[in-house]
């Protein structure tokens, strides 16, 4: 099935399910004031969710500054086997 | 699966398309050689040279006098013509029944051959991809917007695509020959969208994929570029990914 659909599939249901509790009679005073503007709090909650996991991506960024040390290592003594074996690397 | 069985040895072919990169290439080879001798296994490197106007051709053929013209495969093509006709330009020479995927900038570094090697052995996976974001993996010298935008990219993406892979855009890759061929077939994208493509449409299709992390060290010689133009491609290419897969 396509992602498309798949993806179309969930957030029907969620709408699907919001229209039943807004029609449905038996539900609390309380509950009712806040049934209309649900959709409003999954989209907010949705946003937050994305900016959230954002700034934690950021926050826990994987780095390794230790391997650009090994790499110029590793690059120095390629270069000395290139020089040995007379292969011309230089760039213009 | 009976490729699998160890009785006879098995061939890799690591494939790197180039486009002027005289230096890195030979800095590559040698790092090439010198672990995967220490590993005993039997490899090919084909390079794909875009008619790179550098002379990254005359120093794969110095490196070919070294090492041996059955060993580093020089396969160029004419102009620059994209990553994606690169790998099938690159296949229609691999003898392997492995094949890796690799840049040949310096930030894919060869040292984690073994274990791209190792996993799919244990795993029988059809796709072994490197992974710069699980424990091991990581990434050295990209400054705070270029952390932010991978960070968005990878939100936006597993939020639209459920990808069950933690690194899309990552291009380090052991793929079985004719996962390879069967994908590389069906991807039309260019860019960072193409290695998100091939590892979307490779879960589509159900092929097993297997994870490792790898260090990405941004390239040491040449610019990388991520400007506007990038980010609009990939949000196109992340919609044309949402619609067709």
């Given at each position: 099935m396509k992602q498309v659909f798949k993806f179309f599939g969930v957030v029907g249901t969620l709408i699907a399910t919001w229209i039943a509790l807004l029609l449905s009679p038996e539900l609390s005073p309380a509950f009712r004031l806040v049934v209309p503007y649900?959709?409003?709090?999954?989209?907010?909650?949705?946003?937050?969710?994305g900016l959230g996991m954002v700034g934690y991506g950021l926050?826990?960024?994987?780095?390794?500054?230790?391997?650009?040390?090994?790499?110029?290592?590793?690059?120095?003594?390629?270069?000395?086997?290139?020089?040995?074996k007379g292969i011309d690397v230089a760039t213009q | 699966m009976a490729k699998d069985s160890d009785s006879t040895r098995r061939l890799y072919s690591i494939l790197v398309p180039t486009y002027n990169e005289r230096l890195n290439i030979a800095l590559l080879c040698?790092?090439?050689?010198?672990?995967?001798?220490?590993?005993?296994?039997?490899f090919e490197v084909i390079v794909i040279d875009d008619a790179s106007p550098d002379g990254t051709q005359d120093v794969v053929r110095q490196l070919q006098r070294v090492y041996g013209e059955d060993k580093i495969l020089l396969r160029p093509r004419a102009a620059k013509l994209g990553l994606g006709t690169a790998y099938v330009h690159g296949l229609k020479h691999a003898s392997g029944d492995y094949i890796v995927i690799m840049d040949a900038d310096l930030s894919h570094h060869p040292k984690y051959l073994p274990s791209f090697i190792r996993k799919q052995l244990e795993t029988?996976?059809?796709?072994?991809t490197g992974t710069r974001y699980l424990e091991g993996g990581g990434v050295h010298g990209w400054d705070l917007r270029r952390k932010l935008t991978s960070r968005g990219a990878n939100v936006l993406a597993h939020t639209l695509l459920w990808p069950h892979v933690s690194d899309l855009t990552?291009?380090?890759?052991?793929?079985r020959k004719p996962v390879l061929e069967d994908l590389v077939k069906a991807c039309v994208s260019k860019g960072y969208v193409?290695?998100?493509?091939?590892?979307?449409?490779?879960?589509?299709?159900?092929y097993t994929i297997a994870e490792v992390p790898i260090t990405f060290v941004d390239r040491v010689y040449g610019t990388s570029k991520l400007g506007g133009t990038e980010i609009v491609q990939y949000l196109k290419g992340l919609l044309w990914l949402f619609f067709t897969t």
């Amino acid at each position: 099935m396509k992602q498309v659909f798949k993806f179309f599939g969930v957030v029907g249901t969620l709408i699907a399910t919001w229209i039943a509790l807004l029609l449905s009679p038996e539900l609390s005073p309380a509950f009712r004031l806040v049934v209309p503007y649900l959709p409003v709090y999954a989209l907010v909650a949705l946003g937050c969710y994305g900016l959230g996991m954002v700034g934690y991506g950021l926050m826990v960024f994987p780095t390794c500054p230790e391997e650009g040390v090994l790499l110029q290592k590793d690059i120095d003594e390629a270069k000395a086997f290139l020089k040995q074996k007379g292969i011309d690397v230089a760039t213009q | 699966m009976a490729k699998d069985s160890d009785s006879t040895r098995r061939l890799y072919s690591i494939l790197v398309p180039t486009y002027n990169e005289r230096l890195n290439i030979a800095l590559l080879c040698y790092l090439l050689f010198k672990t995967l001798n220490d590993l005993d296994v039997d490899f090919e490197v084909i390079v794909i040279d875009d008619a790179s106007p550098d002379g990254t051709q005359d120093v794969v053929r110095q490196l070919q006098r070294v090492y041996g013209e059955d060993k580093i495969l020089l396969r160029p093509r004419a102009a620059k013509l994209g990553l994606g006709t690169a790998y099938v330009h690159g296949l229609k020479h691999a003898s392997g029944d492995y094949i890796v995927i690799m840049d040949a900038d310096l930030s894919h570094h060869p040292k984690y051959l073994p274990s791209f090697i190792r996993k799919q052995l244990e795993t029988k996976a059809d796709i072994v991809t490197g992974t710069r974001y699980l424990e091991g993996g990581g990434v050295h010298g990209w400054d705070l917007r270029r952390k932010l935008t991978s960070r968005g990219a990878n939100v936006l993406a597993h939020t639209l695509l459920w990808p069950h892979v933690s690194d899309l855009t990552g291009s380090f890759r052991l793929y079985r020959k004719p996962v390879l061929e069967d994908l590389v077939k069906a991807c039309v994208s260019k860019g960072y969208v193409f290695q998100m493509e091939m590892i979307v449409r490779a879960t589509r299709k159900g092929y097993t994929i297997a994870e490792v992390p790898i260090t990405f060290v941004d390239r040491v010689y040449g610019t990388s570029k991520l400007g506007g133009t990038e980010i609009v491609q990939y949000l196109k290419g992340l919609l044309w990914l949402f619609f067709t897969t």
